[in-house]
Every structure is written in structure tokens, then in C-alpha cells.
């Protein structure tokens, strides 16, 4: 399993942004799909967005598309998630996860990596 360390969290208003980071180490993200996810307390972890390791190809939640960008830094083993126009629905502890099993790509059973989470936070 590759370590993952997601930063960037944070509180912020509505409407307000944020960018996430989740660099992994001991492996490249490049061989790898790499994702975002969020859980809300007492919810289930939902998936947010996930991209292929050659950056080609990206996939968003419904709830998400259009206001998040996830892209990928091959160079430096990091993954970002770019999040404008944030809702207060959008808080959650928002996790990183890499090396995903054959499967429906935002479900989060299919992931075998994960990073501890990061805190967001959106006030109204």
C-alpha cells in the first residue's frame, strides 16, 4: 500500500474556496488511478471525483460537476481537488484514495488505499 497524505482543508464561507492536496509516497501516481471522496457523520462515504494517472481521464460526482476540478502532478506524486463555489453540503472529512480495483470508479469499496482525511468545513 502507498501512504497518502491529504492537506488543505479548512473552514470557509459559502461560496468560497478551497484546494485539496494528497501527495503519495513510496510510489508514482502516474500507474494509478488516484480519487477524492467525503463522508459526512453518520453518512457513507461518497465518492467526488477521480482521475487516471495519465491525467486523461477525469469523473465527478453529480453533485460536484462543475465546481470541482480534480487534476494530477505526476511529477511530484500529488493529486489536487480544486473546490469553487462551495456549499455549506459540501462539508465533510474528505479523504484521498489511490490504486482502485475493476469497478464503478466513485465507489468507495473499490479503493484499497486511503489517506487519513481532511477537515472541510463551509458556513453559511
Known amino acids: 500500500q502507498v501512504p497518502l497524505v491529504e492537506s488543505g482543508g479548512g473552514s470557509v464561507q459559502a461560496g468560497g474556496s478551497l484546494r485539496l492536496s494528497c501527495t503519495a509516497s513510496g510510489s508514482t501516481t502516474r500507474s494509478t488511478f488516484m480519487g477524492w471522496f467525503r463522508q459526512q457523520p453518520e453518512k457513507e462515504r461518497e465518492g467526488v471525483a477521480a482521475?487516471?494517472?495519465?491525467?486523461?481521464?477525469?469523473y465527478y460526482s453529480e453533485s460536484v460537476k462543475g465546481r470541482f476540478t480534480i487534476s494530477i502532478d505526476n511529477a511530484n506524486n500529488t493529486v489536487y481537488l480544486q473546490m469553487n463555489r462551495l456549499k455549506p453540503e459540501d462539508t465533510a472529512m474528505y479523504y484521498c484514495?489511490?490504486?482502485?480495483?475493476?469497478?464503478?470508479?466513485?465507489?468507495?469499496?473499490?479503493?484499497?488505499?486511503w489517506g487519513q482525511g481532511t477537515q472541510v468545513t463551509v458556513s453559511s
Open positions: 484514495a489511490a490504486d482502485p480495483r475493476p469497478g464503478y470508479i466513485l465507489l468507495p469499496g473499490v479503493w484499497n488505499t
Open positions: 482521475i487516471s494517472g495519465g491525467g486523461g481521464a477525469t
